[in-house]
């Protein structure tokens, strides 16, 4: 997996690095055993995003405020380091500026710094939750997380259903812009991706792509690869985009009214799809239909096995969960296994060495992990957080068997007993 730009640890960044694979790049499994289950240590927090992992042992969250945002308040971000077994704050940061609330991102770079982009603002901190620098990013939104390209730039952007996307390139040493902001032809939900030094943009109604180029210090437009993906249909936007191997995957359909659960909360009232578009040829590309139920919608990205060639995708709104694999050159699907009445809307964790998948489920008024095996969809543990809102953010690995879970007020660390 390329992601030269990021720490070398089990997991630097959302999503395990920067093509989004949700994938344990340098983690055994779980190995769950007949007999052995999941149990949870939790703790309430403000609204936790994400946990990333630095040197052995070294557990970070990123969390933010939420309260001053519904009298139009600025909100703040907070960095922790935490004890990797109890959870308990280790270190803390200051209260990071930020302003327009939506859940940010963090990540550790190849120089071994921290880095947070929340609201309008870029931060960088040492290993000790310690300030370094910030940067006031130029538009007054708030901005989505951000990539760490192989050259080791950062590239973030603004979060907006209505103005055009605006990339921001960011040189991590300096916490300056490194060239002019690259304008979208149009606006964009879902945060960024990247393989080496080339970013993904899912638009509202496009992918699209751009390539650094050295020799013009810019981001330069792809104009032979984009797809319109919305074309005469019925859907709304897509989210992130995973980058798998030769295609590119994501879901459309990502409008909808999430307040503490997706459950029957989709707008469109088409059902969501999952789309699949060549990296090499963006003409192929290909639609499946997920659970055929109108009303579909998710906020997240689906998960991709490279190792068994399997692609999972779901219907949160509609409580439904499916496997498909797929040729590895043609990326042609066929279906595995679904699931009914399984209501999975967060980012996802798959073990390559076990294929275990870790994901989450709500029902009885709460959520649960869960940890099956992506060949067949067979359970093998379920455990629950105690949080009562749905999780849609981030988890990560830990350093043994076990797993850190981020859903808003709550934050579980799950282990093998």
Known sequence: MSANGYLDSPWPGEDGGPQRLQAASQSAGLKLQPGETL???TRNTLLSTMTVLGAPGEVYLLTHSALRARIGLATTACVERIHPLTLKTLRRSPRLRGGPMWPGGMALHRNGDLYVVYGRYAHRLNRDCEPLACLQLPIDQAYNS???LDNGLMVTKNLSDQTCARLTV???ETLTPACADTACAEPSMARLSARGNTVYVVGVRSLFRYHWDDSREALVLDA??????????GQSFGWDVVLAGNNAWFMDNGHHRYVYKMIGAGVARTPNRLLRVSLHDASDH??????GIKGGSITNPPLVDLQRNIVVAYDSANRYLCAWRFEAHSGVCTTLWEKTAFACASHMILYPDTGELVLNDYRN?????VVMNIENGMELARARTGGITQGVVFPSVGWGRDFYWSSMGRLARAFVS
Not at 224 to 233: E, K, N, Q, T
Not at 365 to 369: C, I, Q, T
């Open 365 to 369: 008024g709460g959520e649960e992990v």
């Open 224 to 233: 032979d690869w984009s797809l319109d993906y919305i074309g005469a249909s």
């Open 39 to 41: 149990r949870c240590i």
């Open 146 to 148: 951000f990539v760490i």
């Open 170 to 172: 960011i040189d991590p």
């Open 286 to 291: 290909e639609a499946l239909t997920i659970s």
